[in-house]
Structure formats: C-alpha cells, structure tokens
C-alpha cells in the first residue's frame, strides 16, 4: 500500500460520497482494499454472495457462461463504480462472475452486514443503491433486446449513446467520453465483432459524428449521431 490512507479509496468511490465522514473514518483501519492481478478471478458463479464490491483503481469485467461454455460480457466497470449489489436484492448464489481486467486493479470489499448496517441509518446510502440496482436491471434488459432485434451498427451506435448519457461530459454541442475501454470490450459488450467495431467508429469518424483515441470518444452532436 501506499501511504496514501485505506478512506482515499472510500472517499473516491462515488457510492461513498453520500455517506457521512465519521461512519466512513470508522471503516479506515477495518476495510482494507485489496489488490487483483490481471485476468484473476474476484469471485465465481455459485459463490456465496456475502460481499459488496467497490472500485477505487483498475477495471472489473462482469460475465457469465453459456452451458457450451461460451462467455457472456454483461458489464466492464472502472474506478468508482459497485458489483456483487445484487447480494442486497436477496442473491444467495452468484450468477455471474467478477475479474480483474488490469494489474494492480484495487477493490474495496464490504460484508454484506456492514453495508446493510450502514444503510438503517443512511437513506440516502440506500436510495442510491436501490437505484443503482434498477438501472442494471434495465440495462441488462435493454441489452438482450438490442441483441435480438437490432443489427450490429445500431447496437454499436446506442451503446455509444448509452455511454454518453451514463458517462459524458457536455463541451458545447459536442460530448466527450473518457474511455477505458477497447475495441475489443466494445464488441464483447455489443456481441460483434472487434472488426465491426474499428469498421463503424471509422465510419462515424469518417462522417465527422465522432472522433476517438485511447483515451476519449468525443461525439460532436448527439442529435445528428445514428
């Protein structure tokens, strides 16, 4: 560890900026973040769902597998965001598994007691996480209806859009996203192809409607991008 105190993570999650200061100094010494190698497992399906899991560096990528083995990219988060929520919905297995996509990737790890216990006396702890639930439930929905009735392009183009209204930052008219992920990420979370990803953000490139590196994605009008 650095010596950069264990509350810099707490403080830099963004779940965490609705608690208040002395139940988060509480957590200084008894939460200690943990460190993930590239490609190591955080937790597999059938595990138990006891944790809460936050990110304070790195990327997690959130999956499953079909019966044939074949694996399904449901999320890929970064640096501030939650997983294993769904332990506060009733989960008692995990559906899903959670990996570490970077070395050094840090997450903070909270029992599920611990955060019930801090949600009975924080509503506002509480109505994010309800909300944070909701909207991937959402999310989930929307993507399995993207898969079955849109082409690869549109689905490419909305998840573009989906990232923009989630992640964007409105300069003008034009809306920059700061990007973590590849091509590859991209295609695994639209079901395409890494091709059909560099193939379309070219053409929208071409077209003046986007721009990228990466490290951003700046769409240059939201309105005109199909």
């Not at 903070?108 to 216990?117: G, Q, T, Y």
């Not at 930052?169 to 973590?180: D, L, R």
């Amino acid at each position: 560890m650095s010596e950069t105190s264990n509350l810099w993570y707490f403080e830099n999650v963004d779940l965490f900026n609705v608690l208040c200061p002395h139940k988060v100094k509480g957590m200084d010494e008894k939460h200690i973040p943990n460190l993930f190698k590239k490609d190591q497992f955080i937790y597999f399906p059938e595990e138990n769902s006891q944790h809460i899991y936050m990110i304070a560096e790195g990327r997690v990528k959130i999956g499953s597998y079909t019966d044939d083995g074949k694996e399904i990219v449901k999320a890929i988060l970064g640096k501030g965001e939650l997983f294993g929520e769904m332990a506060l919905a009733g989960e008692d297995k995990r559906s899903d598994f959670a990996q570490s996509m970077d070395n050094n990737t840090t997450v903070c790890i909270m029992s599920l007691d611990d955060m019930n216990e801090l949600m009975a006396n924080n509503k506002p702890l509480s109505f994010k996480l309800l909300k944070i639930i909701g909207l991937r439930l959402r999310k989930v929905e929307r993507r399995l209806e993207s898969l079955v009735f849109k082409d690869a392009r549109t689905r490419i183009v909305d998840f573009l859009r989906d990232q923009a209204e989630e992640k964007g930052q409105k300069v003008g008219y034009e809306t920059m996203i700061p990007s973590y992920l590849t091509h590859k990420d991209i295609a695994s979370l639209t079901g395409t192809s890494r091709q059909t990803v560099t193939t379309v953000l070219n053409e929208l490139r071409d077209k003046n409607l986007i721009n990228f590196d990466r490290r951003k994605i700046l769409i240059r009008d939201m309105d005109k991008l199909a």
